[in-house]
């Protein structure tokens, strides 16, 4: 099955900097790649994604990029508020339609 | 929004007891899933349908058991709960209706003793 490595495990940021996570995946055929965001005691929620066909995209302060080659996207969050805080999740699809595998997450910590 | 119902909201088993986790989606997706989430694994793939009367095996599908009745329903099985089954639980439901886009429950906060 696809592998999907998520880093870094935790982040803290200053509120109004940016913040990075990075995701690294092995399966060349994957084309989905979505980014959940999860609050505490909620459950997660899709934000953003891009698929295969994509370098870039961009929706309201968050930005995604994907890099094919390296097999590797990330996610990066603008002007960061402490709403931002939150557990997120990066994911890949296969083959398989709608199967996906999740990275281990990167709780973001915005600092007031 | 789509809408996934999970129930119990949280629950304590004894071990070696069995625990049914129940899901219900009223968007008539074809897909329903059962993921459990625990630190530093994120979110692991149990097992998975692609419609009434289908389930797969996810990534982690060992002590788990899945039943699809019908559309609407995805339950999740433990016959002889353990310890280390401790976890939350989601169910999401989502497929090329939903852009792929996955809807998840409110999740089920699992305790084994």
């Known amino acids: 099955g696809e592998q999907v490595e998520q880093l870094p495990s935790i982040l803290r940021v200053q509120e109004g900097s940016s913040a990075s996570i990075n995701c690294t995946y092995e399966?060349?055929?994957?084309?989905?790649f979505p980014w959940y965001k999860q609050e505490p005691g909620e459950n997660p929620k899709l934000i953003i994604d891009?698929?295969?066909?994509?370098e870039r995209k961009q929706t309201q302060g968050l930005i995604v990029l994907l890099d094919k080659k390296a097999k590797r996207f990330s996610l990066h969050i603008t002007d960061t508020q402490p709403g931002d805080s939150a557990m997120y999740f990066c994911a890949a699809r296969g083959s398989a339609l709608g199967r996906l595998h999740f990275g281990a997450g990167t709780q973001l910590i915005v600092i007031p | 929004e789509a809408a996934v119902t999970q129930s119990p909201r949280n629950k304590v088993a004894v071990t070696g007891g069995k625990v049914t986790l129940s899901c219900n989606q009223t968007?008539?997706?074809?897909?329903m899933y059962w993921y459990r989430q625990d630190t530093g694994h994120g979110l692991r793939l149990i097992h998975y349908?692609?419609?009434?009367?289908?389930?797969e095996k996810g990534d982690i599908p060992d002590g788990y058991k899945a039943s699809r009745p019908s559309q609407e329903n995805f339950s999740l099985i433990l016959e002889l709960a353990t310890p280390s089954q401790t976890s939350v639980y989601f169910c999401?439901?989502?497929?090329?209706?939903?852009?792929?886009?996955?809807?998840f429950g409110a999740g089920t906060r699992l305790s084994v003793l």
């Open positions: 999401a439901s989502g497929d090329v209706l939903s852009q792929n886009t996955l809807y």
């Open positions: 891009i698929r295969s066909n994509m």
């Open positions: 349908s692609y419609g009434a009367g289908s389930t």
């Open positions: 968007n008539n997706h074809n897909n």
């Open positions: 399966n060349s055929a994957s084309n989905y």
